[in-house]
């Protein structure tokens, strides 16, 4: 059982802009805890989009941005791309479970 | 290159044990977290714990405390994750990621491959 919530889907036409939202609480993200977003392409393991609220790797492209305010944070895809297709993410550390928890996961689909 | 490699496709039957392993290479295996997650069918990520390599320090997240162990060899900087006696409902792919952190700084940067474990009579 998350503690995180993520919307479960969002779609966009390629090009358009998508938000994912992750809601937390006074345990997690409220608490001051960093968020981290992953992409995990259909059948293969997850791989590190965002750390830090808002850092990517090097080899992650500009398109993708990650925001925090208050318990929440979000993820932000601009020029939606097809290969964008795939689940993602949030993940974050939780005081009271001393340790860390994952979002419940957002299916982008590029129409 | 950093690696993590785990150990292949397990089919079990329930009541059985099982040990599934996580070797690292690349990059220094005693300095970072490495952290076990669950994905059922069709589900979403579980983290279950996490293990420190320098002095074998462990967490486990409460849902998985007393049902599974983790544990490492750092002389042959391989991570371990065990059942004593498989369910069905343990049928699910297991990754295991490291971290430079365990707490509120704590990303997963790499991950293993996975290891699909299938449960059933």
């Known amino acids: 059982q998350s503690v995180l919530t993520q919307p479960p889907s969002v779609s966009g036409a390629p090009g358009q802009r998508v938000t994912i939202s992750c809601t937390g609480s006074?345990?997690?993200?409220?608490?001051?805890?960093?968020v981290h977003w992953y992409q995990q392409l259909p059948g293969t393991a997850p791989k590190l989009l965002i750390y830090g609220n808002n850092n990517r790797p090097s080899r992650v492209p500009d398109r993708f941005s990650g925001s925090k305010s208050g318990a929440s944070a979000s993820l932000a895809i601009t020029g939606l791309q097809a290969e964008d297709e795939a689940d993602y993410y949030c993940q974050s550390y939780d005081s009271s479970l001393s340790g860390s928890v994952f979002g419940t996961g957002t299916k982008v689909t590029v129409l | 290159e950093v690696q993590l490699v785990q150990s292949g496709a397990e089919v079990k039957k329930p009541g059985e044990s099982l040990k599934i392993s996580c070797k690292g290479s690349?990059?220094?295996?005693?300095?970072?977290?490495i952290a076990w997650v669950r994905q059922m069918p069709g589900k979403g990520l579980e983290w279950m714990g996490i293990?420190?390599?320098?002095?074998?320090?462990?967490r486990y997240s409460p849902s998985f405390q007393g049902q599974v162990t983790i544990s490492v060899d750092k002389s042959i900087n391989t991570a371990y994750l065990q059942w004593s006696s498989l369910k069905a409902s343990d049928t699910a792919t297991y990754y295991c990621?490291?971290?430079?952190?365990?707490?509120?700084?704590?990303?997963?940067?790499?991950w293993g491959q996975g290891s699909l474990v299938t449960v059933s009579s």
């Open positions: 293990i420190y390599p320098g002095d074998s320090e462990t």
């Open positions: 990621a490291r971290s430079l952190f365990r707490t509120s700084s704590g990303y997963f940067d790499y």
């Open positions: 690349g990059y220094r295996f005693n300095s970072y977290w």
């Open positions: 006074s345990s997690n993200i409220g608490a001051g805890s960093d």
